[in-house]
């Protein structure tokens, strides 16, 4: 089966940092658009980072602009999302997944809809306390 795992969460004080790796199982990421979400309790699924098959090109929420860096490996079918000066806002479950549909060939990413990825990692939590 096709899938993606996630791991590299953990519980981290305020100013920490944290990589999370999320490797393909089952099929070649290269030729896909690598997305990572977050969802905080009570909260809405979001989009934190991406990063395009073509030219690597990525796209950041405004709230973590300077502080995260999205990044692929291809030769060894993983990506990573490096979080740096983390927050306590920046709780959650952070999920990796594949954009499936609504992507346009050579762009730029503009936004991130969850509706529009699949192949859904299980999740690994950060926590960012005191």
């Known amino acids: 089966q096709a899938r993606l795992v996630e791991s590299g969460g953990g519980l981290v004080q305020p100013g920490g940092s944290l990589r999370l790796s999320c490797a393909a199982v089952?099929?070649?990421?290269?030729?896909?658009?690598i997305g990572w979400f977050r969802q905080a309790p009570g909260k809405q699924r979001e989009g934190v980072a991406c990063i395009s098959n073509i030219d690597d090109n990525t796209y950041y929420a405004d709230s973590v602009k300077g502080r995260f860096t999205v990044s692929r490996d291809n030769a060894k079918n993983t990506g990573y999302l490096q979080m740096n000066s983390l927050k306590p806002e920046d709780t959650g479950v952070y999920y990796c997944?594949?954009?499936?549909?609504?992507?346009?060939?050579?762009?730029?990413?503009?936004?991130?809809?969850?509706?529009?990825?699949?192949?859904w990692g299980q999740g690994t939590q950060v926590t960012v306390s005191s």
């Open positions: 089952g099929f070649t990421m290269d030729r896909w658009t």
């Open positions: 997944a594949i954009q499936v549909e609504g992507y346009v060939i050579g762009g730029v990413p503009t936004q991130m809809n969850p509706a529009e990825y699949g192949y």
